[in-house]
């Protein structure tokens, strides 16, 4: 199967070989999505590669915001190693699917991609119109509150793909 045979109506039926986490900045919600996913996919069994990226330029480069770390790391998981890097319109070729931490996110992916990608999967991490908040510009609590929600839209997102693959 070619990426571009890898459509809307797959999303229950076949698992993604490539996901992509997708944020604002690539720092705060998106990377740990990437942790999250990479270690629940590994604890499945499944071979599916994540990354992560931004629609903004704002932090290219940059480690994850220190809440984020701060965050995984209580839990068990490290994420210091991943580096911020902007979507590109490439990104619509290598990945099955891109999953927007919010609509904005989504709105913006869109907007990169040429009209013979539009039937490539980009769809919401916590899926139907409900958004992961960006917790940047508010307190720690915030951090703790989006990687709960990002923990069980992940553990339900391998959940579908283990059920798929079999
Ligand atoms: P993220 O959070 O999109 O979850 O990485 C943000 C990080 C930085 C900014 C906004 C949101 N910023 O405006 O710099």
């Known amino acids: 199967m070619t990426n571009s045979e890898y459509h809307k109506s797959d999303l229950s039926s076949i698992p993604p070989r490539t996901v992509l986490t997708l944020c604002l900045g690539n720092i705060c919600r998106s990377p740990i999505a990437e942790g ?7 604890k499945a069994g499944l071979n599916i590669t994540v990354d992560s990226a931004g629609t903004s330029a704002y932090h290219v480069g940059e480690a994850p915001d220190p809440r984020s770390i701060e965050v995984m790391s209580r839990h068990g998981y490290h994420i210091g190693q991943q580096r911020s890097r902007q979507l590109t319109p490439k990104d619509f070729q290598k990945f099955d699917l891109i999953l927007a931490m919010d609509q904005s996110n989504m709105k ?5 991609t040429q009209r013979e990608h539009s039937s490539r999967i980009v769809a919401l991490y916590l899926g139907e119109s409900r958004e992961v908040p960006d917790p940047y510009y ?3 609590n915030g951090f703790e509150e989006v990687y709960r929600m990002i923990d069980q839209a992940a553990l339900d997102w391998v959940s579908l793909w283990a ?3 079999t």
Do not use: D
Request: proline share 6%; net charge neutral; hydrophobic share 45%.
């Open 138 to 140: 508010g307190g720690p």
């Open 36 to 42: 999250l996913l990479r270690a629940h996919i590994e």
């Open 108 to 112: 913006n992916a869109l907007k990169i």
């Open 163 to 165: 059920e798929s693959a």
